[in-house]
Every structure is written in C-alpha cells, then in structure tokens.
C-alpha cells in the first residue's frame, strides 16, 4: 500500500465526510434547540438531492441555481413538516417523536419512489469542476476539494452565527430555558420552525451536494440517517463540534476500512459507537443532559 | 357509582375468556376451511405477533424504545437455517434459534441497559446494524447478500418417539400455532409475575423502584433478554416457511415494523401487539393490492396514530367498551350517571400522557 493511495483514501473519506457532517448537523442543532431527534432528518437529505438533481436538469445544468432552489423547496416542507407535525408532540417522550418522525421516512422514501422513481444516473459535473488538483503528488478530482471546502465553511459560518449574532444569541438562549426566553420576549414558535428549516437546509445541501458525484436513490435517506445518528451520538447530541469531529472520524475511518478491511468496514462504525457510548456515555462533545 | 366498576371488570373478564376462546377455536378450524394462502398470511400475522410481543415487554411494559430487534429476529432466522440445513429437525433448528438470539440479547444487553431512553434506542439502533453487516459481508457463513437458500421445513421430531411432517404449509400452520400459543402464555405469565410488575414500576419511576430494593439494571436486561429471545423465535420460525433467509431481515426498518405494529395494535394492553399484527399484516395485503406503495399508507397511519391514539387500536376499543358496560350497569341504579373515572384503562392511558409530559419536562 503506497503512500498514494492511503492519502488519496484519505482525501476520499475527507469529501464523503462532508455530506453526512451536513446532515449531521441539522441534526444535531434540532435536537439542540427542539430537544426532537428527527428520523426524517434523511429524508431530507434525500429531498434535497432528488429536487437539485431534477432542477439542474431544467435549470440548463446550473449547479448553484439547482441548489438554491432545492434547499429553499426543502425548506418550505420543512416549515410544513414543523408546524403541523413536530409542534404538536414536542412535549412527548422521544420514543412517540422518534415514532412520528419514522413514519414521515415510510411517508417520504414511498412519494421519492412515486414521484422519481429509482434514478440510477449521474448529470454531467460543471465545466469548472471538471479535471483534477495535484496534492503531494496525487491528482484529486477539484470537484471533491470544493465539497470539502463547502464543508468546513458552512461549519465555520454556522460558528460564526451561533455564537456571534444576535439570532445566535437567541437560539442559545431558548435551547438553553425555553420558558424563560419566552418571558422575555422571545417568539419561541418562530423560533422552532426557523431552526427547523435551517436543520432541514443543511441536510437538503448535504444532499444536493453529491448530485454531480452520488447516485440518488429512494432509500438513501435511511442508509444515511443510521451514520448520522452515529456521528451525532458520536460527537455528542447537540454539539455542533461534535458533528463535524464524529463526522470526519467515520467517514475517513470508513473510507479507511473499505480499502483496508472491506470485510468489517460497516461494522467498525457501529462498533466504535459502541465503544464511545460505553467509555463516554455522552459523547465526545456532549454535555450530560438531565 | 363505585360498585359498577368491580362488576364491569368482572365482566369484561368473563367476556374476555370467551373471546380467547373463540379465536383459539377458530385459528384450530381455519385450516378446514381455508386456502394454503390465507394459512400462509395467518403463519406471518403469528410471527408477527411474537415479535411484537417480545418487543412490548421492553417498550411497554419497562419503557425502553428498542430499534435494534431485527438484528435478534436475524440471529434468530439464520442460526435456524444454518442448523436445519446440517440437521433436519425443526425443533433443533427453533431452539438453537432462540438461545442463539438470547444470548446475543443477553451480550447486546450488558452494555446497553446501562443508558436509558435516547441513547439506549440509538446504541440498540447500532447493535442492530452491527449483526445486519455482518451478516451481510460474512459471505463464506451468511451468503452474503443472497443469504441461506433452500432451508428445509424439516419434520418436528418430539425425542425420537413421533414424527411429524411439516413440508406441507397446514402442518406448519398448526406447529406455529402451536408454538404462538406457548409463547404467548409464557409472555402472559412473565408479565403478570412480580417480575413483570416491577419493570412496570421500572417504567413508571426508576427511582422509586430503585429505592423500594428493586435491581433496575438486572431487570431491564432480563426483559431486553426476554425480548431478544422472542424476536428470535419468530426469525427461527421463518426461515423453514420461507426456505430463504437474506440480511434485509435485520435492517433496522424491520425494527420500526416491531415498533409500528405495536403502536397500531396498542401498547399498554398486553395483546395490544397481537391485535396491531393482525392489522399490519391486512392493511398490507389490501393496500398492496392497489398500491405499490403500502408504505405510504403505513406511514401516514403511524403519523395519525403518534398524533391521535398513542393508546393503538386496543385502548379505544378497551376504552369504548368499558364506557359502555359502566354506563349500561350504572344508568338503571343512578338516573343521571356522570362520565365515572373507570377502570385501569382509561387511568393508563391518561397517566401515559401525563408521564410522558413529565418526561418531556425533565429532558
């Protein structure tokens, strides 16, 4: 095994990690804020992809505009979603949460289905992201770069917004007492439903961002909410931080694996959750909730 | 007004006995009267309910939300294959099934009971997967993702002295049957024991159970190990119907089927998850009929039921039955009968609520 191949594997794990540190982090600030763990969190990641994947076809393969348009879409049922089926069981017991929000994958993987149906083909990838970058002697496809640029901005901008802006501010502040906020003024119901459509967006560019690169299929929401439930319970539940360590952690340990034990690959993340659970009950990053 | 309610119960019971009766009698004669087909579906509405079962002692009756029982239903279904496909007994094959998967449960079990609620469903989730994977790449044991194929529906063997032939699809209705029954009963019993009445106490306040000299921890894993075992049972019992086994049947959404078919059926009755079998196994053979998309249909009945009837089927029937004894026995006596507080049900139900608020609260 050369030194080549490992760093380009590694490069590898380091872009797939990308897109489920996005979705991750939806993830991880709804349960922050919300304290709802959403089973359809990938649903959304798969919403997102299919609506890019179908605009970039109509928008005259324009990338940026395909996204945006899929993320404000997903957005939207996102806001839908939240106000007529979260709102009424958030005071619930999570299992009735983790209920309802699996009904939603049934709901969902069964209209991409009607609506798609399986589409197995790749779009052509944007001129500028066609060819390769050279890192330490290894070409790398620039388009793989770019994901993982993507990634680490969006982890510092959700950063700089959580902890340097005023609406950061008031979603720490909310997470933190929501009755209290409330007292001071604070419209906690908006508030939800924006946090909400800001966790759906983030899972919907997780999806959108693979669709020059990953095959869209109705089940792959399912596939990747079972890894991101791992990184989030990885990193911690609620921490932003941990998402985007448990993130990299299994997808450059699972790329990793698929070239080094192709054989227990899938079962080394489960096991490393284990294991994290079992030595820090509360994750990496994560704080023991009451 | 307080007489009422002993006599209601009294005869909700009697009418009760006479109802199991009835099915029992019933599912004894439906092979005389009935196609293989109809026997087969009956066969998977039983598994079902087995499963289902199991799963309820954890989820209902000691509150722990498992995602992670197809792994057990998986263990169970391909240490049976595997043995049935050496040895040709099908009770071997069911027994090896089921302590295979109990002691699965019982290892998944040590390190998982030590966490509660979220993180307890999510290490379950992962436990699960775990033994999805590896059946899925220990090719050379498992067969990968083509799975065990041509598993005989071996003859029960009882100690040498009687064979009796299971190949065709009556026989095996009525040894599952057989088997539904036996396991039913034992559940009933364990639930009903002190041992079940104390994981209800575990489910209703951990502290106070604690406090009262009550081993939390070794209880949840008895009960995570009692479930393990039932959804083995039921993963044993299917590979001889299907002669097939393949990994999908340890995916986690065959957990979500346990969990579904135990919120429709209902999860404080105890045959609240026999009931929800039932109806699963109907809604999807009728809704397939119109409609590839039964999961659709699945999903927008989970999200109506979480929304609405958190109790399942069985609380409302429970509950508008036991309205209407009260109300028949108390009208004649007591000319203007105000809506009574009655029976357990209705105080579960309610207390549920009230539990899960109070939870919510101290998230």
Known sequence: MSFQVLLYQGLVGLSSAMYLWLLSAGLTIVFGVLGVLNFAHGAFFMIGAYLAYTFYGILGWNLALAIAVSLICTALIGVVVERFLVKPIMHLDHAFQLLLTFGLVLIFDDLAKAIWGGVFMIPPMPRIFQGAVWILGTPFPIYNVFVIGAGVTVFVLLWLLFEKTWWGRIVRATAADPQMAAALGVDVRRLYTGVFALGVMLAALGGALGTPVRVVAPGMGSFMIVQAFIVTVLGGLGSLSGAFVGALLVGVLSSYGTLLFPTVELALIYLIMAVVLLVRPHGLFGRARA | ?363
């Not at chain 2, 999807?284 to 039964?294: G, H, P």
Request: aromatic share 12%; glycine share 10%; charged share 10%.
């Open chain 2, 1 to 363: 007004m307080k007489a009422a309610a002993p006599m209601a119960q009294a005869v909700t019971t009697s009418v009760s006995r006479i109802g199991y009766g009835l099915v029992l009698v019933v599912l004894v004669l439906l092979p005389f009267f009935s196609s293989t087909y109809t026997q087969y579906l009956v066969i998977h509405m039983m598994l079902l309910a087995i499963y289902a079962l199991g799963f309820n002692l954890l989820f209902g009756y000691t509150g722990l939300l498992s995602f992670g029982q197809a792994g057990f239903y998986g263990i169970g279904a391909y240490v049976c294959a595997g043995i049935l496909l050496r040895y040709p007994s099908v009770l071997a094959g069911v027994l090896g099934g089921v302590a295979a998967a109990a002691a699965a449960a019982f290892v998944i079990g040590v390190l998982s009971v030590r966490h509660t609620r979220i993180y307890f469903t999510m290490l379950t989730l992962a436990f699960g997967m775990l033994v999805y994977s590896v059946l899925w790449k220990w090719r050379a044991v498992t067969g990968g993702d083509d799975g065990l194929v041509g598993i005989p529906r071996a003859p029960l063997d009882l100690f040498g002295l009687v064979q009796i032939p299971l190949r065709t699809v009556t026989n095996f209705y009525f040894f599952t049957l057989a088997v539904t029954v036996i396991a039913l009963f034992l559940l009933y019993r364990i639930v009903h024991s002190p041992f079940g009445l104390s994981l209800q106490g575990i489910r209703d306040s951990e502290v106070r159970s604690h406090f009262v000299g009550v081993h939390v921890r070794k209880h949840r894993l008895l009960a995570f190990v009692v479930a393990g075992a039932y959804a083995g049972l039921a993963g044993s019992l299917l590979a001889p119907l299907e002669s097939a086994v393949t990994p999908v049947i340890s995916h986690w959404s065959n957990s979500g089927d346990a969990v579904l078919v135990t919120l429709l059926g209902g999860v404080r009755a105890f045959f609240g998850p026999v009931i929800g079998s039932v109806l699963f196994v109907l809604i999807r053979e009728l809704v397939v009929q119109i409609t590839e998309y039964w999961q659709l249909v699945m999903g927008v009945i989970v999200v109506i039921l979480v929304l609405g009837f958190r109790g399942g089927v069985a609380q409302a029937v429970v509950d508008a039955w036991q309205r209407w004894v009260v109300n028949a026995r108390a009208q004649p006596a007591h000319q203007q009968a105000p809506q009574p507080a009655f029976g357990n049900a209705a105080q579960a139900a309610h207390g549920q609520v009230q539990q899960a608020a109070e939870r919510g609260e101290s998230r």
